[in-house]
């Protein structure tokens, strides 16, 4: 979906950058990339970026709800362009791939917390955690790994998108 980035940003009272629509354009091509997969494309595109101002502009558009943030237990931080609604996600056990799984119910949140502790509950999150369909055959660990062969596959798709 081409999308316009520099119109976008400036709705939400951002300066435009190349390195904001860049970021943009990466995450939106890569969805669930890590910062490091990330600054890795954007270097190919703009030449240099530092890491600091990748993880700036990240969390600068993930405050402003332009991408989103998964944070699963013992891996990289995961970012993607799906935002506005209220989606969860399954992640492979081998590889470390991510896919988006829509809620049950639909809307936010959508899962009902047993207990009323007082808080007032905007969002639900959950991760499910599985082997993928390339992994099943040849699995050998049920333990997470490290996402770098993911980030290598990521990396290798977006180049392939281009």
Known sequence: MDRDWTKLLRSHGMQVTA???????VV?????????DVAEVVRKELGTISRQAVYDALNLLVEKRLLRRIQPAGSAALYEDRVGDNHHHVICKSCGRAEDVDCALGSAPCLIAASDSGYQIEEAEVIYWGMCPNCRPKRKSTRPKTFQAAASRTSKKYKAGN
Do not use: N, V
């Open 28 to 36: 939106a091509a890569i969805p669930h990339c890590t910062a490091d």
């Open 19 to 25: 390195q904001r629509l860049a970021i943009l354009r």
